[in-house]
């Protein structure tokens, strides 16, 4: 586990989570920094409060499934350590991808044929699965990527002369 490139992912992940779940105080304590966060993930969701969990008498900046969505990538790029993938694991990681958007388009799907409405569980369980599996697939990449070259690597011709 490299653990140089995990950490700061999970870092990043969990502060995004967190200021989603610290929206409602935010707002109350510093109003000019929640406001910053709603401007933020606006550019992100469509934040129809109707779509929106309420806490805390506030509606969060984000809809439902997007909220899911970073919670359940939070969790599983915390749980990547544990579950230990390697590389010829990678595929499953693929396959659950391709499993979670399937659901995520059944969901709205369904909801816009006007056979079966969607739901905030519907909408919270199908961005969890996908944020989680998004998560693990980071991590995974993250892991096998064999990190930054410098620019004189990037721009060597592998049949340069090397003896100049």
Not at 7 to 17: C, I, K, M, V
Not at 153 to 160: L, V
Request: proline letters at 4%; aromatic letters at 12%.
């Amino acid at each position: 586990m490299r653990w140089h490139r995990h950490f700061p992912l999970l870092l990043l992940a969990g502060t995004g989570s967190a200021l989603l779940l610290a929206f409602p105080w935010f707002m109350l304590n510093l109003p000019v920094l929640g406001t910053g966060i709603a401007l933020f993930f606006s550019q992100l969701c469509h934040q129809d409060p109707a779509r929106s969990f309420v806490l805390a008498g506030t509606t969060l900046p984000v809809c439902a499934r997007c909220l899911a969505f970073y919670l359940g990538g939070f969790a599983g790029i915390a749980s990547y350590p544990v579950l230990g993938f390697r590389w010829r694991q990678g595929h499953h990681i693929k396959r659950l991808l391709v499993v979670s958007l399937c659901l995520i388009v059944l969901d709205v799907g369904l909801d816009l044929a006007g056979i079966r409405e969607n739901t905030f569980f519907s909408r919270s369980i199908t961005g969890a699965v996908f944020g989680g599996v998004c998560g693990l697939l980071i991590s995974f990449a993250l892991q096998q990527s064999r990190g930054f070259h410098s620019s004189s690597e990037c721009w060597t011709s592998p049949h340069a002369d090397s003896s100049k």
